[in-house]
């Protein structure tokens, strides 16, 4: 059997491929009323179609933990009971089809309060426009010139927060979901404290290493806690700010050598697996892409802990996945780009590999 049709085992949960599909914003929600932040049919048929194409994991775009936790108003979330309602239909029609459902849940930080992104790019909403909020940080750093400058986060902020996130693993447990998934990348609430670059705080959740990382191991162990110890926890990470790689560029952000140090903290605090992408803290980064570009982080950190990881970042090919598995790259592949493109990837990928994987039986003619 190939590597990328290998189930794939974490605590009691057996994942049926190594075949996943990444987080991605839809920007498709209510951004008010009774249905604010909840799925929508357009989510149900954007997740079920990969579900019915093979996917292995499906982990649904960022849901945040609060209103003022939505990157856009147009966001998923998770902080009250219409949400988990709507999110049961599609968890069910995973499970149906043999996927098993994932569910991210995140904050955005000083990065919230923004307009879809096929409009204005984008574009940050102020404050006092319809739909705007003030959004919060670890400081009071834009995350750029046109972005609206966030509130620094109170301890007892901090800890609301903290709680928000545990509130929201519950309700998304009631959902349906069988894999929880911390996002602490792309610049959100969770990675503007891990980085130098956006966190500027002196008290005990900056300055040091250890400082900086407080937040993000107190959020983990409140979700682990009211986590069901035989379901996994995933925590995706922006392996690196690209800063120190470029040395014409004198800031300080989080590098690749802070995230093998993070990641052992991680697997000590119960995350059973790190979805390692890169990026996010600043708009301006250097970043050096092409295929499979963002593979060599998620290497370090699998060759260098004993922490499981998932490689994403332009992969496209059947024989490339196949081939980051087969080499200890990493554990399983996420699909981001190439899911949208292919719905169906996983079936395809099988039959070059001359792999397997549940088909609906109303495709066993196709």
């Known amino acids: 059997m190939t590597s990328l049709f290998t189930p794939y085992d974490l605590r009691s949960l057996?994942?049926?491929?190594?075949?996943?599909?990444?987080?991605?914003?839809?920007?498709?929600?209510?951004?008010?009323?009774?249905?604010?932040?909840?799925?929508?049919?357009?989510?149900?048929?954007?997740?079920?179609?990969?579900?019915?194409g093979g996917t292995g994991l499906i982990i649904t775009e960022a849901a945040a933990v609060s209103p003022e936790g939505r990157i856009s108003p147009y966001d998923l979330g998770i902080w009250n009971e219409a949400q988990v309602a709507a999110f049961q239909r599609i968890t069910a029609f995973l499970k149906s089809q043999g996927t098993v459902p994932g569910i991210q849940l995140a904050h955005a930080g000083r990065k919230a309060s923004t307009e879809r992104t096929w409009i204005d790019r984008g574009r940050p909403i102020a404050?006092?426009?319809?739909?705007?909020?003030?959004?919060?940080?670890?400081?009071?750093?834009?995350?750029?010139?046109?972005s609206t400058v966030p509130e620094e986060l109170t301890t007892a902020g901090i800890r609301e927060i903290t709680q928000?996130?545990?509130?929201a693993a519950v309700r998304a447990l009631a959902a349906g979901f069988e894999v929880a998934e911390i996002h602490g990348a792309h610049?959100?609430?969770?990675?503007?404290?891990?980085?130098?670059?956006?966190?500027?705080?002196?008290?005990?959740?900056?300055?040091?290493?250890?400082?900086?990382?407080?937040?993000?191991?107190?959020?983990?162990?409140?979700?682990?806690?009211v986590w069901p110890e035989q379901l996994p926890v995933f925590f995706r990470i922006s392996a690196?700010?690209?800063l120190s790689e470029n040395p014409e560029d004198s800031r300080e952000g989080w590098t690749a050598d802070d995230t093998v140090r993070f990641a052992k903290e991680l697997q000590?605090?119960?995350?059973?697996?790190?979805?390692?992408?890169?990026?996010?803290?600043?708009?301006?980064?250097k970043i050096t892409t092409g295929p499979g570009y963002q593979v060599p982080f998620a290497e370090r950190v699998r060759n260098e802990t004993d922490l499981p990881v998932a490689a994403v970042g332009m992969i496209s090919e059947p024989v490339q996945?196949?081939?980051?598995?087969?080499s200890g790259k990493a554990d399983a592949v996420l699909l981001a780009r190439e899911l949208l493109r292919n719905p169906s990837w996983a079936r395809h990928a099988a039959d070059r590999l001359g792999g397997t994987v549940t088909t609906p039986i109303q495709y066993h003619r196709a």
């Not at 426009?129 to 003030?134: L, M, N, S």
């Not at 130098?196 to 682990?224: K, M, Q, W």
């Not at 000590?268 to 980064?285: E, F, K």
């Open 14 to 52: 057996t994942i049926p491929n190594r075949i996943w599909m990444a987080a991605m914003c839809q920007y498709s929600a209510s951004p008010d009323g009774e249905s604010v932040g909840a799925p929508t049919d357009w989510h149900f048929t954007h997740l079920a179609a990969r579900a019915a």
């Open 127 to 146: 404050p006092d426009e319809p739909h705007g909020w003030t959004p919060v940080g670890p400081s009071p750093v834009a995350f750029d010139k046109t």
């Open 164 to 167: 928000q996130f545990a509130a």
């Open 187 to 225: 610049g959100y609430l969770i990675h503007q404290f891990l980085s130098p670059e956006s966190n500027r705080r002196t008290d005990e959740y900056g300055g040091s290493f250890e400082g900086r990382i407080r937040f993000a191991l107190e959020i983990v162990d409140a979700v682990r806690a």
């Open 240 to 242: 690196t700010d690209w």
């Open 268 to 285: 000590a605090h119960g995350v059973d697996l790190m979805d390692v992408s890169t990026g996010g803290i600043v708009p301006d980064a």
């Open 321 to 326: 996945a196949e081939e980051i598995l087969t």
